[in-house]
Structures are given as C-alpha cells and as structure tokens.
C-alpha cells in the first residue's frame, strides 16, 4: 500500500528480458543488434532516475547494441501511463509496477513457460487463471509496528509482549501517559493503508480466502472479524490516541513526525527503513509484528516488490523477456533493487541495518505472506473506498456505518 498506492508471445509484469526463438516463435538468443528497449520504471525518492540508468547499463555493458530507454511515469500510475502508450499506439516493451489481472492479462506476455520465471518471488500467488504473466524481484511486508526505543522506555514497556489487539491499546495509554503521540496516522493514502496493514494481517491469517469468498457474497465486512478492527480503530480516535487532526497530515510529514520521535509507534511497511537509515535513526527504532487477536505471528501482509511485465505488443518481445530475466534473476541486479527499497527475497542478503536485519527476521517467521492477487483481488477501487471510510470514523461515522458502507460499495461494483 505504498504511495506509490503472456505470454503466447507477449510479454509479462517484470523488467524487459529476452525469450528464446523457440519460446516465442521468433527473435534470437542474442540481442538484435541496435534494439531499443523502452521501459516504463517506478520513480520514488529511493529509486530515482538516475539509479534506473546506472543499473541499466550494467545490462546494456552485457549486451552490445542492446540500449534501455526510461519512460518516467511522473505523476501517472504506471497502468495509466501503459494505457496511454497503447492508445496512442506507441507501445513500450517493459512495464514496472502493474499487476496483471483477469481484465488486463491479454496485455501482458504469458511467462508460464519459463523455467526462471516460476522461481521469482511470490509467482504463484499472483497467478491469473493459472498462467503467469509477472515476475518480481523480492518482497516487502507491512504488517510491521515501529516504535521509539526511548519512549518504549520511558512507558515501561516491552515490545515482546504485545501481541494483541488489547496489548496494543493498552501501550499505547501508557504511552500517552509517558507524553507521546502513541500512534502515528496521516492523511493521503496513509489512513486506509495503515486500516490494511493491521486488519488484514488478522483476517486474511484466519480466512486466507476471504477476499474470494466477499467476491462471492459469501462473507461481509460487517459480519467478519474486519468489524472488531474498526471498533478498536474507532476508540483509538474517540481516546485521543490518534488525533483528529491528522487528516491534514501528509504522508512524508508523518513520517518525519515519527523519526524525530513526537510520536511513539508507527504502522508502515518494510519501505520505512531506508527513510529511518538515511535520518541515522535506526538504531532508535524498534519493529514487532501486527498483535492480533488470533494467530501469534500473524502472516505478513505484503505484495510483491519491483514487479515487471512484458507488453503483449511490444516489437522487442524477446528481447524484453531476456531483458526482465537478468533483471529478476541477475544476483547482482537483485541485491541492487532489493537494498534500493529494502526489500527481501529469500537466499539473498546485503549489507543491511540493525531495524533492516530485525524486518528479514520477522519475515522468516511470518507463516505466510498475504497477497491480494488473483481471485483475492480486491474489487476495482477498493484502497479508494477504503481510505474514505476508514478517515469517516475522525469525522463521526459509527463502525458499523463504515462496515456497511463498504459492503453497500462492494457490492454496487459487481
């Protein structure tokens, strides 16, 4: 949830490689020689442009005549900006941060056939109707806790012991207790995101399926265990434990709240840390996993991290599908954009900080990574909608009122 928010010879979510002649009918092992690869990349303050270039032409060193050109989505979503280029009938051969569904699979290449591309980073859960059309570069998780060290401290309090949702409202009276802020929200996306980040690492561990079974009229919001997280949620506001006022916060505002330590706990994904190693905070801060009044540790919920696919009618498919597999397969390109963003996979490490190697561990002990993919796809819309309703509670709307307006939208949507 971060603000960011086929192959029958087409190409998949995941950076530009190239398949051999047999895999897609045509093209060569062998770059053609002058092709140009256009690849639509994610620019965030810890991938910028100019570390796409440089880790790019460690590719192009590799591969004579091969160059990669950056199509920059500014301020579109990459979906959007792929939209844009196939209207207009310029289609650009790689695409990043797009995870193909059962109405957008027929512009990605189907990567099922391709050995590599099952072993990437949670291919299986982002499957549609069997087929893979996405490979990814390693993971992040959010259903994370970060806390100030000193404050914890000074409230008497032991990270290790809270492991529910009680323990959690408990800290944080005493926390307000001690003079601190004792969770950290914000307006933007950051209100529903956080909703996500705790509520589904509870209700997603108990009912992995739950997604499906809404699709399906099965289950409700306001009869399922996402209605006790509003009430707990809804009396942290009417408690003072969140403030009213953090509607007008931004999300890189409350952030820097958080790291010069006016506020005690934080809910953030793992991409928080490089922010907390770049302010030489990391050492101060803290991380637990998500308490929740089932399962202890929960599973993580968490999608996957430097997602490429390759575009059904781009005129490089091969070379694209090479281009994604050195780029999710390389050990080199992994261990770049993994310490880039401080993401995690599985058999690769890097030089990491103390509040970095405290997240791999309660990865490694996470059961699961809950992924919202394939039929636990979400309804179009749905962290909007969300992120509406969850900032409703601060203005006076009842749980259950929140509850039921999320299923009166669900369900006007299908």
């Given at each position: 949830?971060?603000?960011?928010?086929?192959?029958?010879?087409?190409?998949?979510?995941?950076?530009?490689?190239?398949?051999?002649?047999?895999?897609?009918?045509?093209?060569?092992?062998q770059?053609?020689?002058?092709?140009?690869l256009?690849?639509?990349?994610?620019i965030?303050?810890?991938?910028?442009?100019?570390?796409?270039?440089?880790?790019?032409?460690?590719?192009?060193?590799?591969?004579?005549?091969?160059?990669?050109?950056?199509?920059?989505?500014?301020?579109?979503?990459?979906?959007?900006?792929?939209?844009?280029?196939?209207?207009?009938?310029?289609?650009?051969d790689?695409?990043?941060?797009?995870?193909?569904?059962?109405?957008?699979?027929?512009?990605?290449?189907?990567?099922?056939?391709?050995?590599?591309?099952?072993?990437?980073?949670?291919?299986?859960?982002?499957?549609?109707?069997?087929?893979?059309?996405?490979?990814?570069?390693?993971?992040?998780?959010?259903?994370?806790?970060?806390?100030?060290?000193?404050?914890?401290?000074?409230?008497?309090?032991?990270?290790?012991?809270?492991?529910?949702?009680?323990?959690?409202?408990?800290?944080?009276?005493?926390?307000?207790?001690?003079?601190y802020?004792?969770?950290?929200?914000?307006?933007q996306?950051?209100?529903?995101?956080?909703?996500?980040?705790?509520?589904?690492?509870?209700?997603?561990?108990?009912?992995?399926?739950?997604t499906?079974k809404?699709?399906?009229?099965?289950?409700?919001?306001?009869?399922?265990?996402?209605?006790?997280?509003?009430?707990?949620?809804?009396?942290?506001?009417?408690?003072?434990?969140?403030?009213?006022?953090?509607?007008?916060v931004?999300?890189?505002?409350?952030?820097?709240?958080?790291?010069?330590?006016?506020?005690?706990?934080?809910?953030?994904?793992?991409?928080?840390?490089?922010?907390?190693?770049?302010?030489?905070?990391?050492?101060?801060?803290?991380?637990?996993?998500m308490?929740?009044?089932?399962?202890?540790?929960?599973?993580?919920?968490?999608?996957?991290s430097?997602?490429?696919?390759?575009?059904?009618?781009?005129?490089?498919?091969?070379?694209?599908?090479?281009?994604?597999?050195?780029?999710?397969?390389?050990?080199?390109?992994?261990?770049?954009?993994?310490?880039?963003?401080?993401?995690?996979?599985?058999?690769?490490?890097?030089?990491?900080?103390?509040?970095?190697?405290?997240?791999?561990?309660?990865?490694?002990?996470?059961?699961?990574?809950?992924?919202?993919?394939?039929?636990?796809?979400?309804?179009?819309?749905?962290?909007?909608?969300?992120?509406?309703?969850?900032?409703?509670?601060?203005?006076?709307?009842?749980?259950?009122?929140?509850?039921?307006?999320?299923?009166?939208?669900?369900?006007?949507?299908?």
């Open positions: 949830m971060r603000a960011m928010w086929r192959r029958t010879c087409a190409l998949a979510v995941a950076p530009l490689v190239m398949a051999s002649a047999a895999a897609c009918g045509g093209g060569s092992d770059a053609a020689e002058g092709t140009t256009r690849v639509i990349v994610n965030t303050p810890n991938l910028t442009e100019k570390y796409w270039n440089d880790l790019f032409a460690k590719y192009e060193k590799a591969h004579p005549g091969v160059t990669v050109k950056l199509e920059l989505t500014g301020t579109v979503a990459a979906d959007a900006k792929l939209r844009q280029d196939l209207a207009a009938g310029d289609p650009p790689v695409a990043q941060q797009i995870t193909p569904t059962a109405e957008t699979a027929s512009l990605f290449a189907d990567l099922s056939d391709q050995s590599w591309a099952a072993k990437t980073p949670l291919a299986d859960q982002y499957k549609v109707d069997g087929k893979q059309y996405m490979a990814g570069v390693g993971e992040q998780i959010q259903s994370l806790v970060f806390y100030n060290k000193a404050a914890f401290e000074k409230a008497g309090l032991d990270a290790t012991a809270i492991r529910t949702m009680d323990d959690f409202t408990a800290a944080m009276g005493k926390l307000k207790g001690a003079g802020a004792p969770l950290q929200t914000a307006g996306w950051v209100t529903g995101g956080q909703f996500s980040m705790m509520a589904d690492a509870g209700v997603l561990t108990a009912d992995p399926k739950w499906a809404r699709n399906a009229k099965k289950t409700s919001f306001a009869g399922s265990g996402y209605l006790p997280y509003l009430k707990a949620y809804k009396s942290w506001i009417d408690k003072g434990y969140l403030q009213k006022s953090a509607l007008g931004t999300y890189p505002d409350g952030q820097t709240a958080f790291l010069n330590g006016k506020s005690a706990m934080y809910i953030m994904g793992s991409f928080f840390v490089p922010a907390a190693d770049a302010a030489k905070k990391s050492d101060d801060i803290g991380v637990f996993t308490p929740t009044d089932g399962v202890y540790p929960s599973g993580q919920f968490g999608n996957v430097n997602p490429y696919v390759v575009v059904n009618k781009s005129p490089h498919k091969a070379e694209a599908i090479e281009f994604v597999k050195w780029a999710t397969t390389d050990p080199e390109a992994i261990k770049s954009q993994l310490a880039s963003d401080a993401n995690l996979r599985q058999g690769f490490s890097y030089p990491m900080s103390s509040l970095g190697t405290s997240v791999q561990k309660i990865l490694d002990k996470a059961p699961s990574v809950i992924v919202k993919s394939g039929e636990n796809q979400p309804v179009a819309g749905f962290s909007d909608e969300l992120n509406k309703q969850i900032q409703s509670l601060y203005t006076g709307a009842s749980p259950k009122a929140v509850a039921d307006g999320l299923d009166k939208w669900w369900d006007a949507q299908q």
